[in-house]
Nanobody, 119 residues
Framework: QVQLVESGGGLVQAGGSLRLSCAAS????????MGWYRQAPGKQRELVAA???????NYADSVKGRFTIARDNAKDTVYQQMNSLEPENTDVYCC?????????????WGRGDQVAVSS
């Protein structure tokens, strides 16, 4: 069993910054891709940013130049630095990890962390 625990969310004014963290723990052999998704009530999850085990990154167009994803493989942790936040960035942000165990890859999700940006 693997657990993902997010932290770092909160309330910030427009133009401000937050740094999200997501730590994976449990039966982990290795982790392939890790990423952050946003989810609004009644809507599908949307990819915000993703990073491979080798460090290649992918971002949603709306956050390019403002958000930066990074990971610490030794700590099984992924981060998302969010700068120049806008009210439109308000949402629940969920961490995702593709964890390798028993020679298979399994998809795990955190419970989410609320980010609220006031105008």
């Amino acid at each position: 069993q693997v657990q993902l625990v997010e932290s770092g969310g909160g309330l910030v004014q427009a133009g401000g910054s937050l740094r999200l963290s997501c730590a994976a723990s449990g039966s982990i052999w290795s982790i392939n891709a890790m990423g952050w998704y946003r989810q609004a009530p009644g809507k599908q999850r949307e990819l915000v940013a993703a990073i491979t085990s080798g460090g290649s990154t992918n971002y949603a167009d709306s956050v390019k130049g403002r958000f930066t994803i990074a990971r610490d493989n030794a700590k099984d942790t992924v981060y998302q630095q969010m700068n120049s936040l806008e009210p439109e960035n308000t949402d629940v942000y969920c961490c995702n990890a593709a964890v390798v165990g028993d020679e298979k890859e399994y998809d795990y999700w955190g419970r989410g962390d609320q980010v609220a940006v006031s105008s």
